[in-house]
């Protein structure tokens, strides 16, 4: 999966590269399309694709770990469980460390646009407006590119 993105000089000028894209015709299917005009850029408001979530959920989780661990085998020093000594105790701070970064990076939409998106969304003014195109193959991602190239987009790229 791909994002298409073009700034337009324009609402205008990208209503009717929207009208276009959101049209189910025998050319092509419908594309979910995103349509942003004030910078920065909300990461929580934007396709998955754009985002790189990923990366800093696993950083989260990562954080977490090394704290819960680090947490695991302070206390397993003190704490004087039965048959379990440090180490596995260290092994259970890791894990529930872990998962509380997952946790908190999910739920704290941890998200942030990619950053040639931060960087388009610079050139926001007052008028114009960034489109965000999802597309799913490389025949689509093509045409898309193609079509606001025609229809006047300032800057096009994709992330």
Known sequence: MAIVYALFETRD????????????????????????DTAPLNADHLPEAATESARNTVLATLAGAALGGVAGGLGGMWIAFPG??????????VLAGGFVGVLSAVMSGHRAAKPELI????????????VLVVTHSIRERDWVEAYCDEHGAEQLGRC
């Open 84 to 93: 379990l000594g440090p180490g596995v105790i260290f092994g259970f701070g």
């Open 13 to 36: 000028a990208a209503e009717l590269v929207v009208a276009e894209l959101t049209r189910n015709c025998a050319q092509h299917g419908t594309f979910e399309v995103h349509v942003h």
């Open 119 to 130: 960087e388009v969304a610079r050139e926001l003014t007052g008028k114009s407006v960034l």
